[in-house]
């Protein structure tokens, strides 16, 4: 089945500067990868999500982009605030396929 | 409003014995999942069904059963609960494709 792997485990980033997060997938029949986002003691919301068919996807300050040939996609949080600070979930999947594969999150911490 | 309700917040168990964990959704989604969450191993997908009576084990099944008998309702059954059960479980919907929708979760302690 789909591996999901997310790397770091942890970012610490100053407010206002930008953080990125990476995740690879194994299984390259994948073509639907959202994003999730989990504040402390809250359900994940997605957040954006992206397909292959596109390489990159804005919504305001956060961003997504998808490298197929090399099985990776990233989260990119611009000029970043404290409500940032979450964890974050990368997920793989085919699209119109019940099952998403996430990855084992990522705290992002935003320093004020 | 997508709304996905978990019938417990917290939950303490006894070791040995049987527990429910009741989910429901109110959009008419045919797609329901129950994952389990753990520091530093993420979400793992226990099961998940794609239509009432429907089930499929996701990757950590071993101690859990399943029922859907309604569409809008999916139990987690821990047929004798243990230790290494306590954790936070989480149900999710979906429509079929793109976003799942999940539930506020249920912290288990098993002791």
């Known amino acids: 089945g789909e591996n999901v792997e997310q790397h770091p485990s942890t970012l610490s980033v100053q407010e206002g500067d930008s953080a990125v997060i990476k995740c690879t997938y194994s299984?390259?029949?994948?073509?639907?990868f959202p994003w999730y986002k989990q504040e402390l003691g809250k359900r994940p919301q997605l957040i954006i999500d992206?397909?292959?068919?596109?390489g990159e996807k804005k919504d305001q300050r956060i961003a997504v982009t998808l490298n197929k040939t090399a099985k990776h996609f990233s989260l990119h949080i611009t000029e970043t605030q404290p409500e940032d600070s979450a964890v974050y979930f990368c997920?793989?999947?085919?699209?119109?396929?019940?099952?998403?594969?996430f990855g084992k999150g990522n705290q992002v911490v935003v320093i004020p | 409003d997508v709304k996905v309700t978990q019938s417990s917040r917290y939950l303490v168990k006894r070791t040995g014995e049987k527990v429910f964990l009741e989910c429901v959704q109110d959009m008419d989604h045919e797609n329901m999942f129950w994952y389990r969450q753990d520091p530093g191993l993420g979400l793992r997908l226990i099961y998940f069904s794609y239509d009432v009576k429907m089930k499929e084990k996701g990757d950590i099944p071993e101690g859990y059963s399943v029922s859907r008998e309604k569409k809008e309702r999916f139990s987690l059954i821990l047929e004798s609960a243990s230790t290494n059960q306590t954790s936070m479980y989480l149900c999710?919907?979906?429509?079929?494709?793109?976003?799942?929708?999940f539930g506020q979760g249920t912290r288990l302690t098993v002791v």
């Open positions: 299984d390259s029949a994948s073509n639907y």
């Open positions: 997920a793989a999947s085919i699209y119109g396929n019940n099952r998403l594969a």
């Open positions: 999710a919907s979906s429509p079929g494709v793109g976003e799942a929708f």
């Open positions: 992206i397909r292959s068919n596109v």
